[in-house]
Each structure stands twice: as structure tokens, then as C-alpha cells.
């Protein structure tokens, strides 16, 4: 009787993450555009610290003793500008997946031999699950070069294992805070955070100070509690492809609010988020024709070499694409998230129903 | 069109296993011995940020380049410039007077501590070195050429680091601060060539 039940939930857990192999390749050209215009290069002011300040966190950089040539730094965010250039056009997306993982994580680990650690992992993570989804099936050169039966569904698996990576990962968050002062009425961490980060990170934002000036305990509590409250649902929510969909949407909105009062752009997040967003049913998306055969190819072609050329570029230049043109990318991929967050979360809320929701894209 | 469900092998229910596995394996480490890279969890804002009572007591500085008896003084923002914002509190940690505030991570007491030590040679490298001639020359290195980028053309011969504690508290509509100094750790540069 208990497996019956257990292996139903299963059923329907997985069930509900079943996801179009198009919207995943969608976000997967959305992901490495990310990675090659705002994230390469890592690391690269490095070589400017001093050995005094080496202090790795156990991890790979702590097999070391010092900090890395800065050759070694170049080279790995070459070869990130490489995989990343790959996994664009979806040309041996697997690989690419995987390669674009292990060197995000190879780099990130010498840009934390500081001491301090971003929390950046939900970004590494996507490629490394989601190379098994099959997210190369469509715009890709592989769909080009071994075009596959007549399946557009993703493998369910992958989406559901993220969702419970970024479920967890968020209630870590919610339990160091609950565990630590958060829920007690007495204290208003919130707003103590807002003023160290304020005065002693020195990230000054107009919200900020706005804010800095409001002494209210209830005001204070309620933002602690709401905080935690939204990090500790995300694992049980992970259950459900529509509860998850939903605190992703209230997420999107807290990193926004976390930007306005912080200033930290928590775009490593947002991105991750972008893998459960059904790209197809927008009408934008939707209307789109792929151009023919010959076109396509010409079209991929001059897609690598203007994105290995960015990824290029930067890294030898030691600074993001994004900023040489001074775009504030990360603060704007929170704001699209938000948009995105609020625009679904009515829908969600009045259109729902318990079943899952991925038999109606079918239709 | 409706599709068929896809069936959940015995590898994808391992996968999973595993997976939560390492995840409650990953969360007790972290509980015994500090953050390891890469874990999968986000980051923590721990405790009341330095709320107390109604104030906020938090741990600051100021880094005084000293030349010709004149005082330059720098916020870590600007110290730390080259480095990106979110890592200036923890590198802020080298400039302390010894030992580090808040430095949690374990001392080699066991086997397993010494067996990490020879495993993860760099982990700790500031508890292990922070006296050490090494550290302190390369530290030193670094504030004369940090003097010559934010003092240029001063013979800078001494930096301060400046340690207080600030204790924020509100006064109707105001903010009010109050300074506390803690310690400072001095920077001798002898013969600075100019």
C-alpha cells in the first residue's frame, strides 16, 4: 500500500515537470548568451591580490597554497568562452554542457579563494543537469547533424532534479535564518543586514536609505518573516512543477526587492529560474518560423564566430561584454524576472487546477 | 495530443537518491566544519546582522596612509577597489589586527583535521600564516603600492588600519552613530624608495 502510494507521488511529481525539448532549447541559448556576454571572465582580477589575502574555503582551490598564474585564469576562461560559444549553437551539446559546468566550477573556486563564496551554484548547475534533457534537440547544429524521431518532449527527469536543487539550495537559506534570530520578535535582522550592508559593504541604494529611516518593528518583522517563509517553501514546493512555478515568481520579486534595498543583482538565480518558463506559449515565440535549411546553417555559422569572438574578447580583455558597454545586465535580468514573476502569478493563481499543466501545451 | 507518461527507471530513482543524499551529507559538513566550494546553497544572511536592543553594533575601518605627518583616509570601498564589492568584507579580514574577528573556521586538533590539512594544504591559510614573515611582506607590498595609487607623489611611510566598532540607533527620524575604536594594525614601510 505505501509504495502504491509513494510511487504515485513519484508518477505525478516527475509528471508534472514533463517539459517541450523547445522550450528547454530556448533557454538554453538564453543561458549561454548570459554566460558569454555578462559572466566571462572570472576571476580576472585575481593576479591583483596579494598571497595575504589567499583563504580558501576547502574545495579545489584549497589543494593549493596560492593563488593561480594569471595564465591559468586566461586559459580556463578561454576554454569556458569555447564550451559556452558550443553550447549557443548546441554543437555537441552534451559536452558542452558538461564543460561549461566543471570550468564554472574550476573558476569559481579560485574566485572564492578569498574567502568569500557567492552562492553563485545554481548557475553551474543548470548545464551540468540539464545536458541530459535533451535542452540540444532543437535550434541546435546537433539537431542539424542527427535530426532525431518525432518526439518534442524533453526527458522529465532533469527539470525535476533542478527544481529540487534550487528547492534545496533556497531552504538552506530559510533554515540558517530560522535557526539563527529570524523568527524572533524581538529582533529585526532584516533591517540589521540593511545597515551593515548600507554602511559597512558600502552599497548605498535611494531605497536603502529610504528604508533605513522606517522604525517599525512591524514592518521589519513582517519582511523577516515573509523572507523565510519564502525560502523554507521552496523545497516542499519542488514537488510540483505548479507550486514551484509560483515561489519562482515570488522569488523573482524578492530579488528585486533585494536589489532595490541591497543592491546584490542575484541574476545567478534568475537565469536558473528561466528553465521553467514555457517559452512556447508566448506569442512572440510562438510566431516564429525558422528560416530554411541552407539559411539556418549560414545563420549558426555567423552565430559562432560573433559569440566565440565576444567570449574571446573578453577574457583577454578582463572585462564582461556587458561591461565595456556599461550595460547594468545583471540589474536588468532581475527586473525582466520580476516582470516575468508578476505577469504569472495572477494566471497562475486563477487558472489553477491540481492536474499538471504540461498535458495542455501538447494540446 | 496526449502524451504517455515517461517511465522513471531504476538509474533516474538512484540519480535521485543520491542526490538527496549528498544534500543532507552536504548540510551536516557544513554545520561541523564550515562552508565548503561548491555546495548547493544560497547565501544565508545569518543572525540580526549586529541588531540588538534596538542598535546596530557593527565592525568597521579605515585605512590611514600616513606621509609627511599628513593622514589620508580611505573607506574599504575604496582600499578595495580592485576587488569585486561582495568580497571586501571577508579580504577586509586580512587587514585585521591579529587574531581575525569572527574567523570560525576549526583548528587541527584530530586526525581528520590533520589529514584535511594535508589534503586541502591552502584551507586556512590565514589562520596558519597571518604572523608569518611571507604574509606580512606580501601584505605590506601590497598597501605601499595601494599608497603610491591613492597617495601618488607622497612619500607615504606608515598605514593605520583603523578598527572600531560603529553603533547605529534611531532618534526619531534620524540616524544616529556612535564610534568605538577596537585596535589598530600598523604598517611600517623603512627606506620606502620614491
Redesign the interface.
Known amino acids: 500500500m505505501t509504495i502504491h502510494v509513494i510511487r504515485a507521488f ?2 505525478r511529481a ?2 508534472s515537470y ?1 517539459a517541450r525539448a523547445e522550450d528547454l532549447s530556448i533557454f538554453r541559448v538564453l543561458y549561454a548568451t548570459f554566460i558569454i556576454c555578462n559572466v566571462i571572465p572570472i576571476a580576472a ?1 585575481l593576479p ?19 593563488p593561480p598564474p594569471a595564465i591559468v585564469l586566461l586559459s580556463l576562461n578561454l576554454l569556458l568562452a569555447l564550451f559556452a560559444t558550443m553550447l549557443l549553437v548546441g554543437w555537441m551539446t552534451s559536452l558542452a554542457s558538461a564543460g561549461v559546468g566543471l570550468t564554472l ?1 574550476a573558476l ?2 579560485w574566485a ?8 553563485d ?1 545554481l548557475l ?2 543548470t548545464p551540468l543537469v540539464l545536458g541530459f534533457s535533451g535542452w540540444g534537440r532543437n535550434l541546435s547544429i546537433d539537431s542539424i547533424r542527427f535530426p532525431l524521431a518525432e518526439s518534442d ?1 524533453a ?3 532533469p527539470p525535476a ?1 533542478l527544481a ?2 534550487v528547492g ?3 531552504f ?2 530559510g533554515w ?2 530560522a535557526t ?3 523568527l524572533n520578535p524581538q ?11 548600507y ?5 548605498e541604494t535611494w531605497v536603502g536609505c529610504l528604508a ?2 522606517i ?1 517599525s518593528a512591524w514592518f521589519w518583522k513582517t519582511a523577516d518573516w515573509f523572507t523565510v517563509a519564502l ?1 523554507l517553501t521552496f523545497l516542499p514546493a519542488a514537488f510540483d512543477r505548479k507550486l514551484f512555478r509560483l515561489s519562482l515568481a515570488f522569488a523573482s520579486l524578492f530579488h528585486l526587492g533585494v536589489l532595490l534595498l541591497f543592491d ?1 543583482p542575484f541574476s545567478a ?1 534568475i537565469v536558473p529560474y528561466g528553465a521553467f518558463v514555457s517559452y512556447t506559449g508566448l506569442p512572440c515565440v510562438r510566431n516564429l518560423r525558422l528560416p530554411d535549411l541552407r539559411s539556418r546553417l549560414k545563420m549558426v555559422y555567423i552565430l559562432f564566430v560573433a559569440s566565440l569572438t565576444l567570449g574571446l574578447l573578453a577574457a583577454l580583455l578582463g572585462e564582461s561584454v556587458t561591461d565595456l558597454l556599461r550595460i547594468p545586465f545583471d540589474e536588468i535580468v532581475v527586473w525582466i524576472g520580476a516582470v516575468i514573476g508578476v505577469g504569472s502569478i495572477f494566471p497562475m493563481l486563477i487558472h489553477w487546477s491540481p492536474r499538471p499543466d ?2 495542455k501545451i ?2 | 495530443m496526449r502524451q504517455e507518461p515517461q517511465v522513471i527507471t531504476v538509474w533516474v530513482r538512484l540519480v535521485f537518491i543520491t542526490a538527496i543524499a549528498l544534500l543532507v551529507a552536504q548540510s551536516v559538513f557544513i554545520h561541523k566544519y564550515g562552508e565548503p566550494y561548491p555546495t548547493i546553497t544560497m547565501p544565508s544572511f545569518k543572525g540580526s546582522g549586529g541588531f540588538q536592543n534596538g542598535r546596530v553594533k557593527i565592525i568597521r575601518y579605515e585605512a590611514v596612509f600616513i606621509a609627511n605627518g599628513e593622514e589620508f583616509s580611505f573607506k574599504p570601498k575604496v582600499l578595495l577597489e580592485k576587488f569585486p564589492d561582495s568580497h571586501i568584507a571577508e579580504i577586509s579580514q586580512s587587514l585585521m589586527p591579529t587574531p581575525a574577528v569572527g574567523v570560525t573556521k576549526a583548528t587541527p586538533t584530530g586526525r581528520l583535521s590533520r589529514l584535511r590539512d594535508i589534503v586541502f594544504p591552502g584551507y586556512g591559510a590565514r589562520r596558519k600564516s597571518q604572523d608569518s614573515p611571507a604574509y606580512i611582506a606580501s601584505l605590506k607590498d601590497w598597501l605601499r603600492s595601494r599608497g603610491r595609487e591613492l597617495v601618488p607623489d607622497r612619500p607615504v611611510s606608515r598605514v593605520e588600519i583603523r578598527w572600531y566598532w560603529e553603533i547605529f540607533s534611531m532618534d526619531g527620524n534620524t540616524l544616529k552613530s556612535e564610534r568605538v575604536p577596537i585596535d589598530i594594525r600598523v604598517v611600517t614601510f623603512h627606506g620606502e624608495p620614491r
Open positions: 513519484e508518477a516527475f509528471e514533463r582580477w591583483l591580490a596579494p598571497q595575504a589575502f589567499f583563504d580558501p574555503p576547502i574545495g579545489p582551490a584549497a589543494l593549493f597554497t596560492a566550477i569559481d573556486s572564492y579563494s578569498l574567502g568569500k563564496i557567492n552562492h551554484i553551474i548547475v518532449q526527458a522529465v527527469w532534479l529540487l536543487l534545496f539550495a533556497m538552506t537559506a540558517a535564518k539563527t534570530g529570524w529582533l529585526r535582522c532584516t533591517y540589521g543586514h540593511l545597515v551593515y550592508n554602511l559597512h559593504t558600502g552599497r533605513l529611516r522604525d525560502e546584490i538565480n504540461v498535458l501538447g494540446g
